[in-house]
């Protein structure tokens, strides 16, 4: 994979021990030079609930976080999460 996040690539998060996966929407370069992401996360659920639950606590606040810094999504390829998966299986047969 290349070293850069683009439009469009698969990326990985990870939040309170489980993993996060998104088509990045948005590429933003700020005046510091860092990329900022946007993400679509898939079947995000979870995450969602869980920003939820803190929003009923205090709804004055906003929970979660609408763009990632580099450093906080990092690219993945669907063929490697396919390797990933099918070395599992293999492991557990």
């Known amino acids: 994979m290349r070293g850069t996040i683009e439009i469009g690539d698969l990326v990985w998060n990870g939040h309170s021990g489980w ?21 679509d996360w898939h079947n995000d659920e979870r995450y969602q609930n869980a920003q939820d639950c803190y929003s009923s606590f205090n709804s004055n ?3 979660g976080l609408t763009e990632f810094k580099t450093g906080q999504v990092w690219g993945i390829t669907p ?10 299986k293999n492991h557990n047969s």
């Open 61 to 63: 606040v906003q929970y």
């Open 79 to 88: 063929e490697r999460l396919e390797q990933i998966l099918e070395s599992y």
């Open 19 to 39: 993993l996060r996966f998104g088509t990045v929407t948005n590429k933003r370069i700020s005046d510091d030079g860092w990329a900022y992401y946007t993400v």
